[in-house]
């Protein structure tokens, strides 16, 4: 099947086409991707309204980019998957309509498909895939999620954030710093000019069992730390610099005490990071070490699939068509809210 994928889900339009007759990253015949940030940037946030409007505007130039990218026509389709959930319901609407309507004219499957499981999925798009089982951490702007994964739809949650998800923590400790939307890259690349042994943030929920997170405490400290310097007249970028390394190594410590219980919790030896956050090179070094030390693995998606993209949307769409799935004539979905551990397996 060459399926194509919409992913529309918050403020970045993807767009790619992936053939289930190859295999690894060799399936995904074309991809495209148009970022908002630059509008968003001036709210300091996503604009849900000024999003839909923006998906409107760029997907179906972006369809028929990847189309010519891959030498292929409308009519070499064999389906079409679309993000339906969770997300900003005006702009899933906006794939889910596209997704849809393409499918009615051509007469192909369409599919709605989960955000997450495509995140959680995507590193199947490189050449050196992980095989199932594995642990996956998910981690980005809107969730944190720890997931026992068996198979294709066999997802247990282990845990997730109990509020703030860590890149959502991010944005908000940037934007007490004074930096640009989005946080996480500039938080880290101001941290790297950080002293790590001025300061020591809590490691929230470290010292219980379990392996549910929680964020919104670190970012009260992080808060209040800057409102005392800046009181005590010793808010200089030195010390903006030594709040941004220790926020980073609090949520960094977090996240890799968590997928060492996970590991050590279902004794796999697989670990799947994806997300936006997993582009966070401390994170990725500390990972490094601690699955080296349980002679376990860490993968990741390529830097480009990291954030939302239309690939993973439409490998997952893929797997999911070939095996007989798909929406129902004339029902689109747009789901808000989507528990990922209610999917159905294959």
């Known amino acids: 099947m060459r399926v194509l994928g919409i992913e529309t889900s918050c403020d970045e339009t993807g767009v790619a086409i992936y ?13 495209a991707l148009y970022s908002q940030i630059a509008m968003h940037a ?27 990218d891959a030498k292929l026509t409308r009519s070499d389709l ?14 899933l609407m906006v794939g889910a309509s596209t997704a849809h309507g393409m499918a009615r004219a051509l007469d192909i499957p369409v599919l709605g498909v989960h955000h997450m499981e495509g995140h959680l ?48 923590a991010f944005d908000k400790a940037a934007k007490m710093l004074g930096l640009a939307y989005p946080g996480g890259p500039h938080v880290a690349k101001l941290a790297e000019q950080g002293d790590p042994k001025r300061f020591r943030f809590p490691r929230p929920m470290t010292d219980r069992p379990g392996l549910d997170f929680s964020f919104s405490g670190l970012k009260t400290h992080t808060l209040t730390a ?3 310097l800046d009181a005590a007249g010793e808010l200089d970028s030195q010390a ?28 796999l030896k697989r670990l799947v990071v994806a997300g936006g956050v997993s582009a966070n090179q401390r994170l990725r070094e500390r990972l490094a070490i601690e699955t080296e030390k349980r002679n376990a693995r860490a993968y990741y998606p390529r830097g480009r699939f990291c954030t939302d993209n239309g690939a993973m949307i439409a490998y997952v769409g893929a797997q999911r068509l070939a095996a007989g799935e798909h929406d129902e ?12 551990d209610t999917l159905t397996p294959t």
């Open 121 to 168: 999925l995507a590193p199947m798009l490189e050449d050196n895939a992980p095989d199932f089982p594995f642990v996956a951490l998910l981690v980005s702007g809107g969730h944190t999620q720890l997931v026992e994964v068996q198979a294709l739809g066999h997802y247990q949650l282990l845990g997730e954030s109990v509020d703030d998800a860590a890149g959502e």
């Open 78 to 91: 064999d389906g079409i998957a679309y993000t339906a959930g969770p997300g900003l319901v005006g702009a």
């Open 226 to 228: 800057i409102r005392q």
């Open 19 to 31: 053939d289930t007759s190859h295999t690894g990253g060799s399936g995904l015949l074309a991809d």
């Open 240 to 267: 903006k610099a030594d709040v941004a390394r220790a926020f980073e190594e609090a949520v960094v410590d977090t996240l890799v005490i968590k997928c060492r219980r996970a590991l050590d919790q279902t004794g």
């Open 42 to 68: 001036e709210y300091g946030g996503v604009v849900p309204e000024l999003a839909s409007r923006d998906h409107t505007r760029k997907l179906l130039p972006l369809i028929e980019q990847v189309l010519r």
């Open 329 to 340: 004539s004339g029902i689109m979905k747009a789901t808000p809210r989507w528990p990922l």
